[in-house]
Structures are given as structure tokens and as C-alpha cells.
């Protein structure tokens, strides 16, 4: 099936500097991709970050823009750079210097998926990379960075959040045995991808929904935060990661009896989260 590059749902009156973002929800498999792969449906699924763009879908009605993959991420990981290529899949790349990334199979291009499950019989071409990473990488990083600019350029300031979710089990070595899990992880790369007081107002919105947060173990953002997030310059980027439990069967990879009430929940955290880009405009204004 023909694939559209993105999706991108803009509000009728942008009221914040906030920009949400899902890029790995994508679930449009291309057919020649599915007859390449040694995986079933579900398997190749099992690397998406399901139904987050679902989850997030109202964040126009509070006045953000948002803007979704469609591309899987199992055929193209917008949350890696367009460099990170993997030479023990696709022809023709030199090895680099250590990547653990790309070593564990996860470049732009991934070579598995979940639980380290290999994609492909054998290796991909260097063309049809790069024709991956011209088609769909690229016009979503530069919708991406675009969307950031209008905010800088309006609210004196632009904040990304990057929305993923988190496979339940990946919260197992979080805290002492037996201690309560986060439900929540915030990624600001140890506090270099966003400041200290917007990132202490995002884990605020969360816990008065009654959310456990934590921050930075075991997800501190990967590309997408260590690239865009620039604090001194006014650009602050949050990874925010979801236990999927929360909302959906990981097995079935289906969403769950909770999809509605959590969705009702995520749209009270969007609202005070655009809140926190909407104040940013009184200081333009004044200016």
C-alpha cells in the first residue's frame, strides 16, 4: 500500500508553544516490506508504540499541533539518526565507530525487532535505505523542526513532547523489588534537552492525574530529544514514555478495557501541558 510521509493535525487557533509528537505509532506497512521480512503481523508489530497517536489525537482541540508517523517504526525509526545505518543489514555501509544502537539491531533501518527478533532474511540495499530515509525521515524531521520554529517564533520559546510507550516489562529494574512502578518515564537526557523548571511543571501535570512519574530510567530520550532539545536557545524537547499496560494488551496488541478512561486522563495532562507553552505568549506580547 502507498504510504503518506506523515500526518499532521494543526488546531484551528494555536494557543501554545507546545508541539506534540508520535513517531513511532506508525502502522502502515508497505506490502513489499511485509514480503521481505521473516516476521507474522504480530511480531512485526511488536515494535510499535501502539495506539500513542490514538492516546494524543485531541491534542488540536487544546491548541497544539500535532504530527504522527505513519511509516512503522519496524521499516523506518524516525528516533535514530539518518547515519545510524547498521552494516550487518544493509549492503555497501562501512562499520563505525561503537554505536550500541546500531549493535543491538535498532539503526534507522532496524535489523529486529522486540526481544532482539530478526526482520529480514538477509541484507538490504544501500539504494533502498537511503530511498527510505529521503522518503519518510526527512519530511517528518523537517515538519518536525518547522513546527518548533512557528513556536519560537510566536511564543518566544517552542517545547516538544515526544510521546512513545514502554513494554510493561521494561519497568522490571526500575526501583527496589516490590516498590511501585512509574507509569510515566520522562526522557530530558539527564536534564540537557529541556530545563529544570519545564520539565518540573511536565512531571506535575502527569502526577496530578495521579500518575506515578520518573525520570530518565530506563528511557532518557533518545535522537529526537538529544537533537532537538537546545534549553539555552529557548527549544525544549521531553520524551515521554507510557507503560503500555496502562491502555492496551500487550499480547494481542489490542487496546484494552482502560483505552477510554486513559485517554479521558491523558487529555486533562494535555491541557495543563499546553497550559505550561500558553505563557510563554504573554511575555511576546509585551515585548
Excluded at 532496524?110 to 526481544?115: E, K, Q, S, T
Excluded at 518566544?156 to 512502578?181: F, K, T, W, Y
Aim: with cysteine; proline share 6%; aromatic share 8%.
Amino acid at each position: 500500500m502507498p504510504i503518506t510521509t506523515y500526518q499532521l493535525d494543526r488546531p484551528q487557533t494555536r494557543k501554545t508553544c507546545v508541539v506534540f509528537a508520535s513517531p513511532h505509532s506508525g502502522r502502515d506497512y508497505p506490502d513489499a516490506f511485509l514480503k521481505q521480512s521473516v516476521l507474522n503481523q504480530r511480531e512485526v508489530r511488536s515494535s510499535e508504540d501502539a495506539y500513542v497517536d490514538r492516546l494524543f489525537a485531541d491534542a488540536p482541540t487544546y491548541g497544539a499541533p500535532f504530527i504522527k508517523a505513519r511509516a512503522p517504526r519496524a521499516y523506518l525509526d524516525l528516533n535514530r539518526g539518518a547515519d545510524e545505518l547498521d552494516s550487518a543489514l544493509i549492503e555497501g555501509v562501512r562499520r563505525s565507530a561503537h554505536n550500541p544502537r546500531i549493535a543491538s539491531g535498532l539503526g534507522v533501518i532496524p535489523r529486529v525487532v522486540a526481544n532482539g527478533r530478526q526482520i529480514y532474511r538477509g541484507k538490504i540495499s544501500l539504494t533502498e535505505a537511503h530511498g527510505r530515509i529521503a522518503q519518510f525521515w526527512r519530511p517528518y524531521h523537517d515538519q518536525l523542526q518547522t513546527l518548533l520554529d512557528e513556536s519560537f517564533n510566536t511564543f518566544g520559546q517552542a517545547i516538544l513532547i515526544d510521546c512513545h510507550s514502554m513494554p510493561h516489562e521494561a519497568l522490571n529494574s526500575v526501583g527496589p523489588p516490590g516498590s511501585p512502578r512509574p507509569d510515566i518515564v520522562l526522557g530530558d537526557r539527564f536534564g540537557a534537552a529541556a530545563s529544570g523548571d519545564i520539565v518540573e511543571q511536565v512531571e506535575a501535570a502527569f502526577a496530578s492525574a495521579g500518575l506515578r512519574v520518573a525520570r530518565n530510567m530506563p528511557f532518557a530520550g533518545a535522537y529526537i530529544t538529544q537533537h532537538y532539545g537546545r534549553p539555552s536557545r529557548g527549544q525544549h524537547a521531553i520524551q515521554v514514555e507510557i507503560d503500555r499496560q496502562l491502555y492496551m494488551d500487550e499480547r494481542s496488541l489490542e487496546p484494552n478495557e482502560n483505552f477510554g478512561a486513559f485517554k479521558a486522563l491523558l487529555n486533562d495532562v494535555m491541557a495543563a501541558l499546553v497550559d505550561i507553552g500558553g505563557q510563554s505568549d504573554k511575555r511576546v506580547a509585551a515585548e
